[in-house]
């Protein structure tokens, strides 16, 4: 842990130190370490790669969970996420209703399962659907919010005072209610707070108290973190500093400042770690400001500083992955991922293209990623994900994650030290290469194990990409590695550069519990001389080389 930068540890030193000893039947609360800019989710006090699944929406009432478990166990999760709503925790204005987050949490414990709950409050999908009807229908206690035309529209407003209070007075109660049933097991690891949030339709609210604000100066917190895109004053109102970008960072900030107060006042109850999804902006298109092409004030790539700024309560802005081009989902990746952001994808489409993103996702270090909608409800969400609702839709990330189950806290541990790399196949089927210390590895896809003869004839199953590797360099000349239909070629590079060089061992195997290795075979022969080749069965190798 020395090495190990903790938010709450810094926040709370010696007093979060003299508790833990007071209390030494809890396990340690979850919380996310930092080092040099890349984290570790800490469970039980030690690194957790989360193998997660997220269920359908509909999916949070004790008669659900059934097909929640067994999905997620066919996943080889190890974590759900899953929905709570204030409809259905506070039906009526002061009565609380815990018997569905009980029920959860008792069934996680008996499935061996790690939950992520969702607080589904003021905005799920920027929509106010999941408040209580007591919220939903009375717009003058719980204000819309007001278009350029001065038009009430759907979405409910930042600036309704009594909406905040009323959504924090239950996000509260809720946190309040986990620490009491959870503090002593944490089964519950992390909380969304709302759920995509932002706005469609309309860049922010232009409601009286909205008007308001935006004619007041930027904050300084604000400015001393988010630059304008284009010359625009030092100092100012928002349209003075960010000109034609100054509605959706107000809005952005408007939505943060109240995000912000839910986590603030829950997280002093009971700190979790927390944090906010995103429906994507196109990661790729040249910047420019808000046409209606995404929603407004969410935590898209653009205002992360804005969010960073105005909602220090949140650890994580996070992408939703919904766009299966592997550029896309690169760049999306990249641009989430930062020394002030640790990398989490609490979503992603559940087709079985996405699956190879999991080796990119988690070999890129990240904390966790999640599959949406893998969940035997009788639904599917094709076209976002699959058509599939049974176990053949589970299956392909349940491969994968059983590779990576018995090396996930060691995989967390290798990420936090910077030592992991991962490659998804791409669409132009080409090879990709990997630039690691002292070795230059190049990945290609389509290949069949033996030789190198490409006459046209591909490996069956190689029809749409779905290839992918996830490396781990553990030391100089050593790789942990997994992966599936991909060939991986090493050679020299950096210190290594020009000398020749040969595999030492090629062991196939697995960790143990205790996090031993486990060899069951060595690679070699016809196994190695044309190259590592990965089938569409995911494989962990261990590979030592050496030069000569
Ligand atoms: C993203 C949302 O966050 C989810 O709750 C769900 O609505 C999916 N989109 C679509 O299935």
Not at 74 to 80: I, K, L, Q, S, Y
Not at 82 to 97: M, N, S, T
Not at 398 to 411: L, V
Not at 436 to 455: H, M, P
């Amino acid at each position: 842990m020395k090495r190990i930068h903790c938010r709450r540890m810094a926040a709370f030193g010696l007093m979060a130190v003299l508790a833990a000893t007071a209390d030494a039947a809890q396990a340690p609360i979850p919380q996310l370490a930092g080092k040099d800019g890349r984290y570790a989710l800490l469970v039980d006090g030690k690194p957790f790669t989360m193998l997660g699944v997220q269920a359908h929406n509909s999916s949070n009432y004790p008669a659900a969970l059934d097909k929640v478990w067994a999905a997620a166990k066919d996943a080889h999760a190890n974590t759900v996420e899953i929905p709570v709503a204030w409809e259905q925790l506070e039906p009526d204005e002061g009565r609380f209703d815990f018997s569905f987050v009980d029920t959860l949490v008792a069934q996680a414990r008996q499935n061996k399962m790690r939950l992520v709950l969702l607080w589904f409050g003021t905005w799920k999908n920027t929509g106010p659907q999941y408040t209580p009807e007591w919220v939903k229908f009375d717009n003058r206690r719980f204000p819309r919010m007001v278009d350029r035309e001065g038009k009430g529209i759907y979405c409910l407003s930042p600036f309704g005072e009594q909406t905040l209070q009323a959504d924090k007075k239950a996000f509260v109660a809720l946190m309040a209610h986990l620490k009491k049933i959870d503090a002593a097991q944490r089964t519950v690891i992390m909380v969304q707070v709302e759920n995509e949030v932002g706005t469609y339709g309309t860049v922010r609210d232009f409601g009286a108290k909205a008007e308001a604000a935006f004619r007041q100066p930027v904050p300084p917190a604000i400015l001393a973190r988010k630059k304008a895109p284009v010359p625009g004053a030092a100092s100012g109102t928002w349209a003075e500093v960010y000109g034609p970008y100054a509605d959706e960072y107000f809005h952005a900030y408007a939505v943060a400042s109240y995000i912000e107060a839910l986590a603030k006042a829950g997280r002093a109850v009971y700190d979790l770690p927390m944090y906010v999804n995103n429906a994507l902006r196109d990661p790729i298109e040249p910047m420019a400001p808000w046409k209606g092409n995404f929603a407004s004030g969410g935590p898209t790539f653009d205002v992360i500083d804005i969010y960073k700024a105005a909602a220090p309560h949140i650890d994580i802005a996070a992408p939703d992955v919904y766009s299966p081009e592997s550029s896309k989902v690169g760049a999306t990746l990249s641009l989430f991922q930062r020394p002030d952001n640790a990398l989490l994808v609490p979503e992603m489409g559940n087709a079985a293209g996405y699956a190879r993103y999991v080796y990119q996702i988690l070999g890129r270090g990240a904390i966790g990623v999640a599959p949406f909608g893998i969940d035997y409800a009788d639904y599917s969400n094709y076209p976002l994900g699959s058509k599939l609702k049974d176990k053949a839709m589970a299956e392909p990330f349940g491969r994968i994650y059983a590779a990576f189950r018995p090396m996930q806290g060691q995989w967390a541990q290798w990420a936090l030290d910077g030592r992991t790399f991962g490659i998804a196949e791409a669409e132009d089927r080409k090879p990709q290469t990997i630039d690691a210390n002292g070795w230059k590895i190049t990945a290609s896809f389509r290949e069949w194990q033996f030789g190198t003869a490409n006459n046209g004839d591909r490996p069956p199953g190689t029809e749409s990409p779905n290839g992918g590797a996830a490396l781990a360099q553990v030391a100089a000349n050593e790789f942990v590695v997994i992966g599936q239909n991909i060939r991986l070629a090493f050679e020299g590079a950096g210190a290594n550069a020009g000398k020749p060089s040969m595999y030492a061992r090629v062991e196939e195997g697995h960790f143990d519990n205790a996090g031993k290795w486990v060899m069951e075979r060595n690679w070699n022969g016809d196994q190695t001389d044309y190259g590592i080749n990965f089938t569409a069965n995911p494989t962990v190798l261990k590979i030592r080389l050496g030069t000569y």
